[in-house]
């Protein structure tokens, strides 16, 4: 009897997927509970829209089914940090937590960048723990973006 793979496999597994694609290998999963309200992954060239980050797909459809326009007692679990953008859907939704998985030096709006939660001006601050499944996520994107310089 095998059981569900936990939230932040699904988002690897999505992430997988995405690079399958041609996109950047980033899968999202939110659940309410134990009950998977959404799981995207990147679909930024798939739709020719540069705001289709896995996170806001899984937010968007994550509310479509709450039928509210707010995540309170939900939690995301993203396999990279979330950028500025999908930093802010996430305090404006009161996400009640994160889970990310590897850290973008780069363009990461939560533990690198701006630090969107931890700004004055920041309405909501969800709780954030980062680094689960690091290796994996890190290996991943890595590796898209290697075979995309080649």
């Known amino acids: 009897m095998s059981s569900a793979p936990s939230p932040m496999e699904l988002a690897l597994a999505l992430a997988e997927e995405a690079a399958a694609q ?16 959404a799981a995207e992954r990147n679909r930024m060239r798939a739709l020719a829209d540069p705001t ?41 939704t009161r ?11 780069k363009a990461g709006a939560v533990e690198n960048g701006i630090r ?3 700004q004055p001006t920041c309405h909501h601050r969800p709780e954030v723990i980062g680094g689960l499944s690091a290796g994996r996520a890190e290996t991943m994107l890595v590796d898209f973006f290697r075979k995309l310089r080649d």
């Open 95 to 105: 996400l009640r937590r994160i889970y990310f998985a590897a850290e973008d030096i």
């Open 116 to 118: 969107l939660f931890d």
């Open 52 to 92: 289709a980050h896995a996170e806001m797909l899984a937010i968007k459809s994550a509310l479509a089914v709450r039928g509210t326009g707010r995540l309170d007692g939900c939690d995301l679990y993203v396999t990279l940090e979330p950028c500025a953008m999908c930093a802010g859907a996430i305090a404006h």
């Open 22 to 37: 041609g996109e950047a290998p980033v899968g999202a999963v939110i659940v309410e509970g134990q009950t998977v309200l």
